[in-house]
């Protein structure tokens, strides 16, 4: 496999990327949302506000069935601290892999699909990389912005949640070993997850918005893990989140594998 043709492809992907607002626009907006607007909220209503004790009471059964471990970490803490705790450790630790999960289902659409829409993928088949060379370079176009953007959004996460919260708290206290693992090993499994099926869609489908439409089903699995963890069906831990990894991975291989094997040129040139 050749770097340079590699490289080729993705520095063209990212420079048409920079130039379409349909692309990193969503992208963007979505850490805004979940990185500083609800966790600052969260941690400065107790705060500042006459903050309704009924959202403290409706923890009681995630609280009542947590591990003694959990339940180590915020002994000693009053109710609004160990509601806001939880909330920002804990329950808001699916909805953070919503961000690798959408900025590569998005990029990754375009990969193929919006590659059709600019009339620009004829020339891109008939250049001399190999149909391994443009897959990975569509792969790695994805899911190389989406780990990066995941990384900055933690790094930003863990300032505003420190600076929120440190009124309430006293103290630093964020972030736990399961967000560190959370990014090292679930989030990037997550951004491939979403690669994976979005460039075999995009090779399949006419237009961006179609791809990005039908890759939604990706955020499903994100969706389950919310329910469970508010359900008290499970609690996001180290244990957990390298189980979490694990299926991730594994759905990852098995996509990206099948990606490979049914990828081919002629089949695209064929569509055009």
Not at 86 to 115: H, K, Q
């Amino acid at each position: 496999m050749n770097v340079r043709i590699l490289r080729a492809i993705m520095r063209k992907d990212l420079l048409t990327i920079a130039q379409n607002k349909g692309v990193w626009m969503p992208v963007l907006i979505v850490p805004v949302l979940f990185v500083v607007i609800l966790p600052a909220a969260i941690w400065l209503a107790p705060t500042y506000l006459n903050f309704p004790g009924s959202a403290v009471n409706q923890m009681e059964l995630f609280m009542r069935n947590m591990p003694a471990s959990l339940r180590q970490q915020v002994a000693g803490m009053g109710e609004m601290q160990t509601f806001a705790y939880l909330f920002t450790v804990y329950f808001f630790a699916p909805f953070f892999l919503i961000i690798p999960l959408m900025a590569s289902s998005v990029i990754s659409a375009d990969s193929f699909a919006g590659e059709k829409e600019r009339k620009t993928l004829e020339a891109l088949l008939y250049t001399p990389a190999s149909d391994l060379e443009l897959f990975a370079g569509k792969v790695l176009t994805a899911w190389t912005p989406a780990v990066l953007l995941a990384w900055g959004s933690f790094l930003l996460y863990v300032i505003v949640v420190n600076a929120a919260g440190y009124p309430l708290m006293g103290r630093l206290f964020f972030p736990t070993p399961m967000w560190f693992l959370m990014m090292l090993w679930v989030a990037p499994a997550a951004a491939a997850l979403s690669i994976g099926l979005m460039v075999v869609l995009s090779t399949k489908v006419k237009t961006f918005q179609e791809a990005n439409q039908i890759g939604g089903i990706v955020v499903v699995p994100i969706l389950l893990l919310v329910f469970a963890q508010v359900g008290g069906v499970l609690y996001f831990s180290v244990p957990v989140a390298l189980i979490v990894g694990g299926v991730l991975w594994a759905c990852d291989i098995a996509l990206i594998g099948l990606g490979v094997r049914t990828f081919a040129r002629g089949e695209l040139i064929a569509r055009l």
